[in-house]
């Protein structure tokens, strides 16, 4: 470790290996502090970087990153910091040191960090990737519940979440939607894949897409299965298949995700920044069968220009009927569509389709049912056209997609939560 040579044994934890590498950084030393918090600061001011995410920030100590933060935005207030706040096993070196982990999210406020909660929530521990969940008619209704209202069991605060299905480590979306659901259609898969989309684009936090993920990326192997740590793969592997846009099918997900990005811009009521706004905002529906869940907002919820809103996720095969509040609701998202532009209206009771989400708004303005616009059939040159869709080949990296900003891409060097 080059660091060593400078200093032999000051840069790195003795015997430590939470990392998984053998050097767990010894943050909490003042020096190697001081060193990461110029480092940063410098990329900030020299490469006017918008974000940073910190790989296993749950070695790094509180103090260093609470740091790093103070002196990024008195320059740069608009930078985002997030990481991985797992806990892991290391040696400081020093007494009282607290380090970066979910459950120590309260000791650095202005810092977000990866939900695994709805990740594994949604489709299965990344650890089995057999294992179903809430998309695949499994798992806790309630976990995708607490996560919707951007509360997980370690989180105080919305803004310190980070939602998302996939990054760059473990299987992409279908992939791993794929393994767990061998018996299913590829239909239901896509269904599944977008009901994913809709749960953390919607959820109260920060919402985080993989590059790819929305048009169906798939890293399928030569010899069968799924690459899942693709870092020293060729570009067979790991390359964007933008032609796959050529095909009605992936189009129409990639249209589905366009919808849901604008919806939830178009809609201050999604990105709530305290825990009491929400609570003062969001209802949880009760009563509800197979696993369904439902919100209702306040009206003008975050400033909203919304009546209200009404959010209904059916993980389940079969259609549900959900009975709704007084009055004319007009639907913008549902299992084909999604979007800023009302679909039809309805009053009573509305049915939601099998594996699907639906979104929609009080209105008085009542509109007829809209057809489907067809998709656009132009894509950008370049790669392989493949329709097997649990075979498609994409990406690259990870994207925020949404409320709090640009994320920087890193590149991983090894297999982990």
């Known amino acids: 470790f080059c660091f060593n040579k400078l200093v032999p044994g000051y840069f790195t934890r003795p015997d430590s290996n939470g990392s998984g590498c053998g050097n767990d950084v010894a943050s909490e030393r003042s020096m190697v502090s001081k060193y990461i918090i110029d480092s940063v600061t410098y990329w900030a001011d020299e490469y006017h970087i ?109 803004t310190q979440t980070i939602n998302y299905a996939s990054c760059h480590d473990n299987m992409s979306l279908i992939d791993r939607i794929t393994m767990s659901t061998e018996e299913e259609t590829v239909e239901d898969r896509i269904r599944m894949n977008n009901l994913a989309a809709s749960i953390y684009m919607l959820s109260q936090g920060v919402p985080f897409m993989q590059a790819g993920e929305e048009m169906l ?24 298949k933008w032609n796959d846009l050529n095909d009605a099918t992936y189009m129409d997900v990639y249209n589905y995700y366009k919808g849901l990005i604008a919806f939830r811009k178009a809609h201050p009521a999604l990105r709530m920044t305290t825990a009491d706004a929400v609570a003062a905002n969001i209802t949880v529906v009760e009563g509800l069968a197979n696993k369904a869940t439902a919100f ?21 095969k079969e259609a549900l009927d959900v009975t709704l509040p007084e009055g004319n609701w007009n639907v913008y998202i549902d299992a084909e569509d999604a979007g800023t532009k009302a679909l039809r209206s309805v009053e009573g009771t509305v049915n939601v389709a099998p594996i699907s989400a639906m979104v929609l708004i009080r209105e008085d303005a009542i509109v007829e049912e809209t057809q489907p616009t067809e998709p656009a059939t132009d894509a950008a040159n370049g790669g392989d056209n493949g329709l097997n869709i649990p075979a498609i080949v994409a990406g690259v990296a990870a994207a925020a997609a949404a409320a709090a900003g640009v994320a920087a891409v890193v590149i991983k060097k090894r297999n982990k939560k």
């Not at 057999?130 to 509360?151: D, V, W």
């Not at 209702?296 to 389940?316: K, L, M, R, T, W």
């Open 217 to 240: 990326r798939s890293k399928p192997l030569p010899n069968g299965g799924f690459d899942h740590n693709s870092y020293k793969s060729p570009d067979s592997i790991n390359s964007i």
């Open 50 to 158: 918008d974000g940073f995410r910190f790989d296993l920030v749950g070695l790094i100590d509180t103090d260093t990153i609470n740091a790093v933060i103070e002196e990024v935005h008195k320059t740069h207030p608009n930078v985002i910091f997030y990481g991985e706040g797992w806990t892991m096993s290391t040696q400081v070196t020093k007494q009282g040191v607290t380090l970066t982990t979910q459950t120590n999210s309260t000791k650095t406020p202005e810092f977000a960090f990866f939900s695994d909660t709805i990740r594994d929530g949604m489709k299965g521990s990344v650890f089995n990737n057999t294992e179903k969940g809430y998309i695949s008619g499994s798992g806790s209704a309630a976990t995708i519940e607490q996560c919707f209202l951007g509360a997980p069991n370690w989180c105080k605060s919305p």
């Open 296 to 316: 209702q907002f306040a009206a003008n919820a975050n400033g909203d220009s919304a009546e209200s809103i009404f959010v209904v996720f059916n993980p389940s």
